[in-house]
């Protein structure tokens, strides 16, 4: 089916059924119940959902394939959310040429950044993107924001004003981002019994536009293209002596990936048309890092569930404040419930990040193949067959795949 | 003339933190071949150590003084630091005034645990791990540890000045036959840099003139080898890291009252510590500190106001279009040996 | 005139000549042995002639072109395939998958890089990689992960990856090395195979004399970096400098 095996094809069904019915799976919970606070089924936590997951997915299709690990896809995300506002300015508030203009600038900035990047691989490479990711966030905050010249506008953000020119907007039109009329913010809501469910048309919108990423993210990872990339992470040497020079091959996924960055950035301008330098930091750059090992370097899935999660607990612990951890411990007696409250809080609330970084090291030592592995390992277990056995199995399934 | 030699002074403290850290970094690169993210926190940790200690200094307890009343009327609270009430008045102030360079004492212990605690604890586990899960690690470690900071320091810098009598500043211009004050400098920064030069120079010649120093000079040359003469080095290399960790500690301390620590300040000097260190030649000792001077003295005189009018920012980009111009141009760097980090 | 030409080679690495005035010539569809004690330059002599190594003096032709210089894919380009001491694979990929990139690689009879080409006729690579599968009789293992194969397994892949872009110079650093017996003669077997099959030029370094004297049909005796006799093998093993300096160590 549409060029893809059967497990895959699979996959994409699973994919498309988790992006589709989203508002009804992220909201299991009825409204008003204790356990509502643990609902993530509105409109801006989802379109956090389906953009973080075009990021990461496109992250992977480098540092999964290549192995080369980019520290600075960040400053592609900033890009792409800067081009995107750039056309709202500009053209008005359809999306369509912001996100377009999104992709196509990130692929040129990636271009740029990926011939002097990739001279060097390994440690040379990361540290490269880095230091670009760094000085673009530097260029965004200050270097492109002055009187004369000002392309970002700085620490403010970029944002859209009434005096733009704004050449194709009509007075029919929202005064919203918009997709040929549809507004993004609009929002369908459904009462069933207790439960309320919303579809809004800003995630639908990313939802498809991430579904098409991911299959075109398989049909890269099943091609000879993607079987090249692999080959220049399993063995360079071999690579260059069998006649191929790597460097064509790495900076296409180098670029590809930043475009994948670039769309991603485009559509948080697209739902929310505000763009600031903060996007290009280099924790920006960490955290896709972060999704893409979370869920399983190198698999298609992993990126996915990767980028879900860590959006779903940064938006859940940071809700956690005291009282929260209160009730949650208040069975224990009343010494130990302040212990544990002190050992929690600085964990939850604005301590978001020390959690994501306690997670980071956690991940690398204990579970350095992601998610994707452990469910891999667990199911080894039940079947009682080694990951070795398992993986030729699969192999076996598919054709040249795996 | 003076403008110039005002700058170059000026670029010599910046230069002096990036040559240390860079230091730190290519010892540990080279020692133990792990790239070190954290290395940047451990910096921050060091400007901490002077924050902690002139907090701890100046712990005090409170005495209601019926005689005097502020501004409200009511009686007048006096705080009097618990130094000043066990050593006396004078002996106490002087040491809450002395603070940072106290720290300097401080620190070093508490550098070296907190090193060899992350080498033993969680870098040695890493050593055959790919590089790519160095990076990620020591990456999720930095960020715990700034977070630490944060949440018990706050998100705000915290000034933590320099001795009373180091708060002013010097002027060359005589001594140099220019015009007086033209060439004012702070004489923190000058105890800076004096201070830096003291620790490279110790640095190098420790690695020089002792036993120890020469096997880790071996080994970074060929750990294999080493390894095969039966010396422990996994052990020297772990006191090793220890050291490179107190070298980025002390850089850390003594910058503290050039700039107010911060949380995040770590990262920054991090990113731009790796762009020396690329610059320099990744595994180049003398590489490192010729250019962390040479990229600071470059980002202070970007910095005039001169450079600042003529292209706006320039200042912020300096050091990484540096960089891209000696990676395009010498890929190794400007003094990196063939081999190291190479495909 | 041989098909590699290795003409007043000099290298020194500081104070030791590694190679000194070496020349070489290696003749179109020979078995070509360079043998010598440890220290003799015999890996030195392999990293110049793959390029990877520029001699203070001296040049090495390849056909009438220059290596010196080039970079490692050009070289692969200009017809020499290098087969390594440990063997390199892509140890991530399947069997199939690494027969596949060589194919790939070079389709048509020329080093194509484009990628969009290489989509299209992905069923014809299939077909010829799992053809030069079965004639090294790994058919079977086609869809095992290459890393988990035995060593001569790998060994065996490795020269199939390499014969199937049809070198004209395939070069060997010691193929059986840290092999056990029953796959250094399967290895063997296989490069008498090749020998017989195919015109190409086989230039192989090696420690084992067993290996040596059942495949070449010529060889160079290195020592202290300067070829010392070139001869076929009946003479070799009865030449008395030969002796003194490699084969009375050994035997």
């Given at each position: 089916m549409l060029g893809l095996n059967k497990r895959d094809f699979t996959l994409l069904l699973i994919v498309i059924a988790l992006a589709g019915l989203a508002p009804f799976l992220l909201n299991p919970f009825p409204e008003g119940s204790a356990m509502a606070q643990f609902n993530a089924g509105y409109p801006d936590l989802m379109q956090k959902f389906v953009i973080y997951g075009i990021f990461a997915i496109g992250f992977n299709i480098l540092f999964g394939l290549t192995g080369y690990l980019s520290f600075g896809h960040a400053a592609f995300l900033g890009v792409g959310s800067y081009s995107c506002v750039w056309m709202f300015k500009l053209l008005g508030y359809n999306v369509m040429p912001g996100i377009l203009l999104s992709i196509l600038t990130s692929g040129i900035f990636a271009y740029l950044i990926g011939v002097v990047s990739l001279r060097r691989s390994g440690i040379y490479f990361s540290i490269l993107t880095l230091a670009f990711a760094q000085m673009s966030f530097a260029l965004a905050y200050s270097v492109l924001s002055n009187p004369k010249f000002n392309l970002t506008n700085g620490e403010t953000g970029l944002q859209v004003y009434s005096n733009d020119p704004q050449w194709l907007h009509s007075a029919d039109k929202p005064d919203l981002p918009h997709l040929f009329g549809l507004s993004m913010r609009a929002t369908h809501e459904m009462q069933l019994g207790a439960w309320e469910f919303q579809f809004n048309v800003g995630y639908y919108l990313c939802a498809v536009i991430m579904v098409a990423a991911f299959y075109l993210s398989i049909r890269i990872f099943r091609s000879p293209f993607g079987m090249m990339l692999r080959a220049v992470k399993s063995n360079n040497t071999r690579m260059y002596y069998t006649g191929l020079n790597a460097r064509p091959y790495t900076l296409a996924a180098f670029v590809i990936s930043g475009m994948y960055a670039g769309l991603a950035g485009g559509l948080l301008s697209a739902v929310d048309p505000l763009a600031g330098a903060?996007?290009?930091q280099w924790t920006a750059s960490g955290e896709v890092v972060l999704m893409t090992i979370l869920g399983?370097?190198?698999?298609?899935i992993g990126p996915v569930l990767g980028s879900g999660l860590i959006k779903y607990f940064e938006n859940i612990f940071s809700k956690i404040n005291d009282s929260v951890l209160h009730s949650w411990f208040s069975f224990l007696p009343d010494g130990m419930e302040d212990f544990m409250v002190t050992i929690v809080h600085p964990f939850v609330g604005k301590g978001w990040h020390l959690t994501l970084g306690a997670l980071f090291v956690l991940i690398v030592i204990f579970l350095p193949g992601g998610l994707v592995q452990g469910g891999q390992k667990i199911r080894g277990l039940f079947t009682g067959r080694t990951e070795a056995e398992q993986a030729a199995a699969d192999a076996n399934q598919s054709t040249p795949a795996e | 003339m003076d403008a110039i030699i005002l700058q170059i002074l000026n670029g010599l403290d910046k230069g002096s933190a990036y040559a240390l850290i860079a230091l730190g970094l290519t010892l540990i690169f080279g020692t133990l071949g792990v790239v070190n993210f954290a290395h940047g926190a451990i910096f921050m940790l060091g400007a901490f150590c002077a924050v902690t200690l002139s907090k701890i200094l100046t712990l005090s307890y409170l005495t209601i003084d019926e005689t005097q009343v502020d501004f409200l009327g009511n009686p007048l609270k006096v705080k009097t630091p618990y130094v000043e009430h066990w050593f006396g008045q004078d002996v106490g102030a002087a040491l809450i005034d002395w603070a940072v360079p106290l720290a300097i004492l401080f620190s070093i212990p508490v550098m070296i645990a907190i090193g060899v605690i992350m080498e033993r604890g969680l870098i040695k586990h890493f050593y055959k791990r790919p590089h790519a899960d160095q990076i990620l690690v020591t990456f999720g470690l930095a960020i715990v540890l700034q977070e630490i900071v944060k949440y018990y320091f706050g998100a705000n810098p915290i000034p933590t000045p320099a001795p009373d009598m180091f708060r002013g500043s010097f002027d060359f211009s005589t001594f140099l036959g220019f015009?007086?004050?033209s060439v004012i400098y702070p004489i923190w920064r000058l105890i800076y840099f004096a201070f830096s030069a003291l620790i490279i120079g110790a640095v190098f010649a420790f690695l020089q003139f002792t036993t120890f120093g020469m096997v880790v000079r071996a080994g970074m040359a060929d750990r294999e080898t080493v390894g095969l003469l039966g010396i422990n080095i996994d052990r020297k290399f772990t006191i090793m890291f220890g050291i490179a960790a107190a070298v980025a500690g002390l850089a850390g301390v003594m910058y503290a009252p050039i700039n107010a620590p911060n949380y995040h300040m770590g990262m920054d000097f991090l990113v731009l510590s790796f762009v020396v260190v690329v610059v320099g030649g990744m595994g180049s000792l003398p590489g490192a500190v010729a250019a962390g001077f040479l990229l600071g003295i470059l980002e202070s005189f970007a910095s005039t106001t001169w450079a600042t009018t003529t292209i706006p920012g320039i200042n912020q980009i300096i050091i990484y279009l540096v960089a891209i111009i000696i990676l395009l141009t010498r890929p190794r760097g400007l003094m990196g040996k063939k081999g190291v980090m190479e495909d | 005139m041989g098909i590699l030409e290795v003409k007043n080679v000099n290298k020194r690495f500081g104070g030791l000549q590694a190679l000194g005035n070496v020349n070489l010539s290696i003749r179109e569809n020979t078995v070509h042995a360079i043998i010598g004690p440890n220290g003799a330059g015999k890996s030195t002599l392999l990293n110049v002639l793959i390029g990877k190594l520029i001699p203070d003096t001296g040049s090495v032709m390849f056909d009438g072109q220059?290596?010196?210089?080039?970079?490692s894919y050009e070289i692969c380009q200009m017809g020499i395939s290098r087969v390594f001491q440990t063997p390199e694979i892509f140890g991530d990929l399947t069997v199939l998958e690494n027969m596949m990139i060589p194919i790939f690689a070079r389709r048509d009879g020329a080093f194509q890089m484009n990628v969009i080409g290489a989509a299209t006729n992905e069923k014809t690579i299939i077909e010829q990689a799992e053809h030069v599968l079965e004639s090294l009789n790994m058919a079977d293992k086609?869809?095992?992960?290459?890393?988990?194969?035995?060593r001569g397994d790998k060994r065996r892949l490795e020269i199939g990856m390499c014969l199937s872009q049809n070198p004209r110079l395939l070069l060997l650093d010691e193929p059986t090395a840290g092999m056990a017996r029953a796959d250094t003669n399967n290895t063997i077997d296989l490069l008498k195979q090749i020998k017989d099959e195919r015109d190409i030029t086989i230039a192989i370094i090696e420690h084992d004399m067993h290996v040596v004297f059942s495949l070449a049909e010529r060889i160079t005796v290195l020592a202290q970096g300067s070829p010392l006799v070139e001869d076929t093998p009946d003479k070799i093993k009865g030449h008395p400098k030969v002796r003194e300096a490699y084969l009375g160590e050994s035997a």
């Amino acid at each position: 089916m549409l060029g893809l095996n059967k497990r895959d094809f699979t996959l994409l069904l699973i994919v498309i059924a988790l992006a589709g019915l989203a508002p009804f799976l992220l909201n299991p919970f009825p409204e008003g119940s204790a356990m509502a606070q643990f609902n993530a089924g509105y409109p801006d936590l989802m379109q956090k959902f389906v953009i973080y997951g075009i990021f990461a997915i496109g992250f992977n299709i480098l540092f999964g394939l290549t192995g080369y690990l980019s520290f600075g896809h960040a400053a592609f995300l900033g890009v792409g959310s800067y081009s995107c506002v750039w056309m709202f300015k500009l053209l008005g508030y359809n999306v369509m040429p912001g996100i377009l203009l999104s992709i196509l600038t990130s692929g040129i900035f990636a271009y740029l950044i990926g011939v002097v990047s990739l001279r060097r691989s390994g440690i040379y490479f990361s540290i490269l993107t880095l230091a670009f990711a760094q000085m673009s966030f530097a260029l965004a905050y200050s270097v492109l924001s002055n009187p004369k010249f000002n392309l970002t506008n700085g620490e403010t953000g970029l944002q859209v004003y009434s005096n733009d020119p704004q050449w194709l907007h009509s007075a029919d039109k929202p005064d919203l981002p918009h997709l040929f009329g549809l507004s993004m913010r609009a929002t369908h809501e459904m009462q069933l019994g207790a439960w309320e469910f919303q579809f809004n048309v800003g995630y639908y919108l990313c939802a498809v536009i991430m579904v098409a990423a991911f299959y075109l993210s398989i049909r890269i990872f099943r091609s000879p293209f993607g079987m090249m990339l692999r080959a220049v992470k399993s063995n360079n040497t071999r690579m260059y002596y069998t006649g191929l020079n790597a460097r064509p091959y790495t900076l296409a996924a180098f670029v590809i990936s930043g475009m994948y960055a670039g769309l991603a950035g485009g559509l948080l301008s697209a739902v929310d048309p505000l763009a600031g330098a903060e996007r290009m930091q280099w924790t920006a750059s960490g955290e896709v890092v972060l999704m893409t090992i979370l869920g399983g370097t190198g698999t298609l899935i992993g990126p996915v569930l990767g980028s879900g999660l860590i959006k779903y607990f940064e938006n859940i612990f940071s809700k956690i404040n005291d009282s929260v951890l209160h009730s949650w411990f208040s069975f224990l007696p009343d010494g130990m419930e302040d212990f544990m409250v002190t050992i929690v809080h600085p964990f939850v609330g604005k301590g978001w990040h020390l959690t994501l970084g306690a997670l980071f090291v956690l991940i690398v030592i204990f579970l350095p193949g992601g998610l994707v592995q452990g469910g891999q390992k667990i199911r080894g277990l039940f079947t009682g067959r080694t990951e070795a056995e398992q993986a030729a199995a699969d192999a076996n399934q598919s054709t040249p795949a795996e | 003339m003076d403008a110039i030699i005002l700058q170059i002074l000026n670029g010599l403290d910046k230069g002096s933190a990036y040559a240390l850290i860079a230091l730190g970094l290519t010892l540990i690169f080279g020692t133990l071949g792990v790239v070190n993210f954290a290395h940047g926190a451990i910096f921050m940790l060091g400007a901490f150590c002077a924050v902690t200690l002139s907090k701890i200094l100046t712990l005090s307890y409170l005495t209601i003084d019926e005689t005097q009343v502020d501004f409200l009327g009511n009686p007048l609270k006096v705080k009097t630091p618990y130094v000043e009430h066990w050593f006396g008045q004078d002996v106490g102030a002087a040491l809450i005034d002395w603070a940072v360079p106290l720290a300097i004492l401080f620190s070093i212990p508490v550098m070296i645990a907190i090193g060899v605690i992350m080498e033993r604890g969680l870098i040695k586990h890493f050593y055959k791990r790919p590089h790519a899960d160095q990076i990620l690690v020591t990456f999720g470690l930095a960020i715990v540890l700034q977070e630490i900071v944060k949440y018990y320091f706050g998100a705000n810098p915290i000034p933590t000045p320099a001795p009373d009598m180091f708060r002013g500043s010097f002027d060359f211009s005589t001594f140099l036959g220019f015009e007086p004050n033209s060439v004012i400098y702070p004489i923190w920064r000058l105890i800076y840099f004096a201070f830096s030069a003291l620790i490279i120079g110790a640095v190098f010649a420790f690695l020089q003139f002792t036993t120890f120093g020469m096997v880790v000079r071996a080994g970074m040359a060929d750990r294999e080898t080493v390894g095969l003469l039966g010396i422990n080095i996994d052990r020297k290399f772990t006191i090793m890291f220890g050291i490179a960790a107190a070298v980025a500690g002390l850089a850390g301390v003594m910058y503290a009252p050039i700039n107010a620590p911060n949380y995040h300040m770590g990262m920054d000097f991090l990113v731009l510590s790796f762009v020396v260190v690329v610059v320099g030649g990744m595994g180049s000792l003398p590489g490192a500190v010729a250019a962390g001077f040479l990229l600071g003295i470059l980002e202070s005189f970007a910095s005039t106001t001169w450079a600042t009018t003529t292209i706006p920012g320039i200042n912020q980009i300096i050091i990484y279009l540096v960089a891209i111009i000696i990676l395009l141009t010498r890929p190794r760097g400007l003094m990196g040996k063939k081999g190291v980090m190479e495909d | 005139m041989g098909i590699l030409e290795v003409k007043n080679v000099n290298k020194r690495f500081g104070g030791l000549q590694a190679l000194g005035n070496v020349n070489l010539s290696i003749r179109e569809n020979t078995v070509h042995a360079i043998i010598g004690p440890n220290g003799a330059g015999k890996s030195t002599l392999l990293n110049v002639l793959i390029g990877k190594l520029i001699p203070d003096t001296g040049s090495v032709m390849f056909d009438g072109q220059s290596v010196l210089g080039r970079q490692s894919y050009e070289i692969c380009q200009m017809g020499i395939s290098r087969v390594f001491q440990t063997p390199e694979i892509f140890g991530d990929l399947t069997v199939l998958e690494n027969m596949m990139i060589p194919i790939f690689a070079r389709r048509d009879g020329a080093f194509q890089m484009n990628v969009i080409g290489a989509a299209t006729n992905e069923k014809t690579i299939i077909e010829q990689a799992e053809h030069v599968l079965e004639s090294l009789n790994m058919a079977d293992k086609r869809y095992f992960h290459s890393a988990s194969m035995s060593r001569g397994d790998k060994r065996r892949l490795e020269i199939g990856m390499c014969l199937s872009q049809n070198p004209r110079l395939l070069l060997l650093d010691e193929p059986t090395a840290g092999m056990a017996r029953a796959d250094t003669n399967n290895t063997i077997d296989l490069l008498k195979q090749i020998k017989d099959e195919r015109d190409i030029t086989i230039a192989i370094i090696e420690h084992d004399m067993h290996v040596v004297f059942s495949l070449a049909e010529r060889i160079t005796v290195l020592a202290q970096g300067s070829p010392l006799v070139e001869d076929t093998p009946d003479k070799i093993k009865g030449h008395p400098k030969v002796r003194e300096a490699y084969l009375g160590e050994s035997a």
